[in-house]
């Protein structure tokens, strides 16, 4: 492990004087050492994968900051840190914003969604065009019959996210219908 | 090849030499002596305040001017520690000036206890604040200018040791060069001004050492 540290630092070191070869080992060992570290802070490998890229532009603009003279591990995690913080930031400011508010919610949910004129294969059109998550909650519901609890159950949600999904994908399809 | 090894490669193939910035130490005795120049350079413009002599014979005086002088070194530093990502691995020194801020109102304080009878308060009021303000200007421009080429991840934070700093120079000179004995006049026009302006760093931070 000592070892593997103080390669961390050569390489930084190697990579500060110019040596190509240095940088893309370092960035590579940079990429293994703090995924783990965003694997359990995040839920979707995707997530994972962007923030991974977001924190090696990080390290690249911020290189002139790292000496040599110091362990490297600590300032890469400060970094990959102060990214994540961000990021999460992001994500929460966005989800309040489309946050929805649980009075509308509860007139909509007394509505009977799953008894409609419209048939749900007449707008499976509509509905493909939504977007992925949203459109596989109104397959499951209303094509293959299982209940908002059920499909949380299968996809990996709470039955409350579900809910609300389905809520925002049910006001996407009335305004594009009444269109 | 997926997208990280080809960000890895993109990056790797851009690289050149790179020279690291100084070391924070040096760095902050950079700012100090700019900051000293400045206070120099302005009391030779404005003047001291011609009883200066006669002041640093009253011990709470010398402790004050010695108070300011402290947070001039330590938020110099905190700033320079605050402006590396991983804070220079010294997260104690960086936090530094909380402690020589507890000191100072401590020292405040006894200076206010010490002042009996009371000093008559000046003429004047909010022009101090606007001199300490008008003299800090450039210094925050200044240091705001030096940090934004670095790498914080405490933006907030190095905003406000950085408007500290800058205010502790408008400060120190307004304190040198105004004659006034009020106590009472210097915590209100002087240094509360200087704290909540202090805290408007931490926006200003926010704003201008995000990369």
């Known amino acids: ?179 | 090849m997926d997208d990280i090894e080809r960000l890895v490669n993109n990056l790797s193939q851009d690289v050149q030499a790179v020279k690291p910035v100084p070391h924070p130490i040096l760095l902050s005795l950079r700012w100090l002596a700019a900051a000293f120049g400045y206070l120099v350079i302005a009391l030779v413009i404005s003047g001291v305040r011609p009883d200066l002599g006669l002041q640093l014979n009253h011990p709470w005086f010398v402790a004050e001017i010695a108070m300011l002088a402290a947070i001039l070194i330590t938020t110099a530093s905190s700033a320079a520690l605050l402006s590396f990502p991983d804070l220079h691995q010294q997260r104690a020194l960086a936090f530094a000036p909380a402690g020589i801020f507890a000191l100072f109102v401590l020292v405040i304080v006894c200076a206010w206890q010490g002042d009996s009878p009371p000093a008559p308060l000046p003429l004047h009021s909010f022009e101090c604040t606007l001199s300490i303000l008008g003299i800090s200007l450039l210094p925050t421009a200044a240091i705001f200018y030096v940090m934004r080429r670095f790498a914080s991840t405490h933006p907030g934070l190095s905003g406000t040791t950085a408007v500290l700093f800058a205010f502790g120079i408008g400060a120190l000179w307004l304190r040198l060069y105004e004659s006034n004995d009020s106590i009472l006049h210097v915590i209100e026009w002087h240094y509360l001004p200087m704290i909540a302006v202090g805290l408007s760093g931490l926006w200003l931070g926010k704003r201008l050492l995000r990369w």
């Open chain 1, 1 to 179: 492990m000592a070892d593997q540290d103080d390669s961390l630092e050569v390489l930084m070191k190697q990579s500060l004087a110019g040596d190509q070869r240095a940088y893309a080992a370092l960035l590579q060992a940079t990429t293994r050492l703090l995924r783990p570290f965003l694997s359990k802070r995040l839920s979707f490998a995707n997530e994972v994968d962007d923030l991974m890229q977001e924190i090696l532009i990080s390290i690249h603009k911020a290189r002139h900051t790292y000496d040599g003279d110091r362990p490297y591990k600590p300032w890469a995690y400060a970094i990959a840190k102060f990214r994540l913080q961000d990021h999460l930031r992001a994500y929460y400011s966005d989800q309040l914003r489309h946050a929805v508010d649980f009075d509308e919610l509860e007139e909509c949910l007394h509505e009977p969604v799953t008894e409609s004129v419209m048939s749900y294969e007449s707008i499976s059109g509509e509905v493909e065009k939504l977007p992925e998550k949203q459109a596989t909650i109104l397959r499951l519901m209303h094509q293959e019959g299982y209940t908002a609890k059920e499909v949380a159950a299968k996809i990996g949600m709470n039955e409350s996210a579900v809910k609300v999904a389905a809520h925002r994908a049910y006001k996407v399809l009335r305004e594009r219908l009444e269109r």
